[in-house]
């Protein structure tokens, strides 16, 4: 796979012949809707594997709606996800229409996806060391040794072992969300989604946990993330779609998408939080 993703300019990846090995999260035909609300129309998107593709939009848009499908905490209406490979949820049937899929494969295809919030959601009552191990032991299983040293280790990766032993009431906002980071990364996710990770930060807060995701970034992490931290979008992201009113009004290279902001949707976006 060519990283800068040079050649291609259409997300879908199909015109850059990304079909095998190139895409991570393919979303096809999504559509949602609550009530009468229709909240995402027809979405495609191609989430490139290896790297960072920011989803833009003003609120409201549908951004932490699309992610909560993307990681099938949502149910999607129409249309058809793939991780990897392997549908989320539904798959196309042939001679039209969808096919629920069984509850066990939903699981093990999820597996794949880890997702961080904009509220950290951790639990009050355990340990940033006790939080990110806690899944280990009762999803995967470890022992508590195992899954304590596991959890230790991520913990360094976040540059938090030397809070192991804190509550999320003793560690300031940005410690909290790299713990909410550890505890997705712990899980040993191909895809990390993230949702405004830093949006209910002080702003003096908001550089460590974007830092930790630039690491992330460097290691080769495929990220979707949801910010309005356009100067992170602009350095770390190699894709940028753009949601507006539930529709992906633009999506492309972010070199390309900064560079020249042609729509004018985006650019009022741009200028709003610039
Ligand atoms: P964004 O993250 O871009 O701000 P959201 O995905 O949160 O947008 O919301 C998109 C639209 O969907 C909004 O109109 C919101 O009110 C609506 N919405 C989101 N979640 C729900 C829900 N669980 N029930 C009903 N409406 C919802
Ligand atoms: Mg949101």
Redesign the pocket.
């Given at each position: 796979m060519d990283p800068s993703g040079a050649a291609m300019t259409d997300l879908t990846g199909k015109a850059a012949g990304l079909e095998a090995g190139g895409v991570a999260l393919r979303i096809e035909g999504l559509s949602k809707t609550?009530?009468q609300?229709t909240?995402l129309k027809n979405v495609d998107l191609a989430v490139r594997h290896g790297v960072v593709t920011c989803l833009l939009?003003p609120?409201?848009?549908?951004?932490?709606?699309l992610l909560r499908c993307m990681a099938f905490l949502e149910e999607h209406d129409a249309g058809i996800i793939t991780v990897y490979g392997e549908p989320l949820g539904f798959a196309p049937k042939p001679g039209g229409g969808r096919l629920r899929l069984p509850h066990a494969q939903v699981v093990r295809v999820r597996r794949a996806i880890g997702m961080v919030f904009q509220q950290f959601n951790l639990w009050p009552h355990m340990t940033a060391l006790g939080n990110v191990s806690e899944a280990l032991k009762r999803v995967r299983g470890l022992s508590r040794r195992e899954a304590e040293a596991r959890a230790m280790s991520v913990l360094e990766r976040v540059d938090l072992a030397d809070r192991a032993h804190h509550y999320p009431s003793q560690l300031s906002g940005g410690q909290q969300q790299r713990v909410a980071i550890a505890r997705a990364l712990a899980m040993e996710p191909r895809i990390m989604l993230f949702d405004e990770p830093t949006s209910s930060l002080d702003p003096e807060l908001t550089g460590e946990v974007l830092s930790v995701m630039r690491h992330l970034a460097q290691e080769g992490m495929t990220m979707v993330v949801v910010t309005h931290e356009i100067g992170f979008a602009a350095q770390v992201a190699s894709d940028v779609a753009f949601?507006d009113k539930g529709e992906i009004l633009l999506r492309g290279l972010a070199k390309d998408v900064f560079a020249k902001p042609w729509h004018p949707r985006l650019a009022d976006f741009l200028e709003t939080y610039l």
């Open positions: 609550f009530g609300n909240v939009g609120s409201g848009s549908g951004k932490s709606t949601l």
